[in-house]
């Protein structure tokens, strides 16, 4: 079955430096992966999505993400944080079996230290 | 229109009381999906409909009961709750095979 693992429950980095949240999949096949942002008291918006195209993923805000087939990983990355993007991430695998299901990590909290 | 529009956005009950969740879209997504998200966890999948028929019941309890009366209205209808479903419910909505959901901003649901 498909799964993904969150690697850092809490992430905490300075404005203006680099931001690295880590992800790890596990699917018997090539999978469509996905990073979702949820701001406190929000619900859920689609950062960017991979689904066979490109490798180098760029999304919204600034973040990017890289699929990485021989390390079964699908990290989110942003060059410099801003106070605004303190918010939890999550990172979401489809279902092989079905088009109407997809599987969320644990989440990533992100804090943002001025 | 790119929204999901979900109402109320906060919603408190008592055990006994009968209420309903809406949620609407308009950007003509044929798949509308009912997912429940507790505290510092991610959201729990609860019911899906594709082309306004229920395609997946995740075992939800019968106190739960959704509705999809046309193809950008989604309800769920709530009744006998207990304290446990208190929790932030959200509403999204896509295109069948392509996973890059659309979520609503949720309703923030107390029952006391």
């Known amino acids: 079955a498909q799964s993904v693992t969150q690697l850092d429950s809490h992430v905490s980095v300075s404005e203006g430096t680099p931001v690295l949240l880590r992800c790890n999949y596990s699917s018997s096949y090539s999978p469509s992966l996905f990073w979702y942002v949820q701001h406190p008291n929000k619900g859920l918006q689609l950062l960017l999505k991979?689904?066979?195209?490109?490798?180098l993923v760029k999304g919204i805000n600034g973040f990017e993400a890289e699929f990485k087939k021989s390390e079964t990983s699908f990290h989110l990355t942003k060059p410099s944080a801003h106070m605004s993007d303190a918010a939890e991430y999550f990172c979401v695998v489809s279902d092989q079996y079905r088009d109407d299901k997809i599987i969320f990590g644990k989440g990533t909290r992100l804090h943002i230290l001025p | 229109d790119t929204e999901v529009t979900q109402t109320p956005k906060h919603l408190v009950m008592g055990m006994t009381n009968k209420k309903s969740l809406k949620c609407e879209q308009h950007m003509g997504h044929r798949a509308m999906y009912w997912y429940k998200q507790k505290a510092k966890k991610p959201p729990e999948l609860m019911f899906v409909y594709s082309y306004e028929k229920l395609s997946i019941n995740e075992s939800v309890p019968s106190r739960f009961s959704p509705e999809c009366p046309n193809s950008s209205l989604l309800n769920l209808h709530l009744h006998a709750l207990q304290p446990e479903d208190s929790a932030l419910y959200l509403c999204?909505?896509?295109?069948?095979?392509?996973?890059?959901?659309?979520f609503g901003s949720g309703t923030r649901l107390t029952v006391v």
């Open positions: 991979y689904t066979s195209a490109a490798t």
């Open positions: 999204a909505s896509n295109w069948p095979g392509n996973y890059g959901y659309t």
